[in-house]
């Protein structure tokens, strides 16, 4: 069972990129999927910043916290077992390490993070300007 993030990459202020989030052993379902990042310098398990969250492939609600609204979308792929991140205008405060997890409960609160039950490794994003 695990949770593989692809589509880091190095890219300009203003570009875009494709986060993708596949997995093996378990399907999203019903479950809230989350994509989360750490700022670089942050301690190990701390500092994460909820970037966008779906109450459910299937479901297809979406949130997203207001400093990347209208940049970044977040959608899903049932049938592949894969979540994705569109991220465009990308800008240099963006820069971070990148993860995907899924969480414990259906429908569950994607603001409580210690409730998602698997996370990815993460893949590095840089914006330079």
């Known amino acids: 069972v695990q949770i593989v993030e692809s589509g880091g990459d190095s890219v300009q202020a203003g570009g875009s990129l494709r986060l993708s989030c596949a997995a093996s052993g378990l399907t999203f379902g019903n479950y809230t999927v989350g994509w989360f990042r750490q700022a670089p310098g942050a301690a190990p398990g701390k500092g994460y910043e909820?970037?966008?969250?779906?109450?459910?492939?299937?479901?297809?609600?979406?949130y997203y916290p207001e400093s990347v609204k209208g940049r970044f979308s977040v959608s899903g792929d049932s049938a592949k077992k894969t979540l994705y991140l569109q991220m465009n205008s990308l800008k240099s405060e963006d820069t971070a390490v990148y993860y995907c997890?899924?969480?414990?409960?259906?429908?569950?609160?994607?603001?409580?993070?210690?409730?998602?039950?698997?996370w990815g490794q993460g893949t590095q994003v840089t914006v330079s300007s």
């Open positions: 909820t970037v966008a969250a779906m109450s459910g492939v299937s479901d297809g609600t979406t």
């Open positions: 997890a899924k969480h414990g409960l259906i429908f569950g609160d994607r603001d409580s993070l210690y409730e998602y039950d698997y």
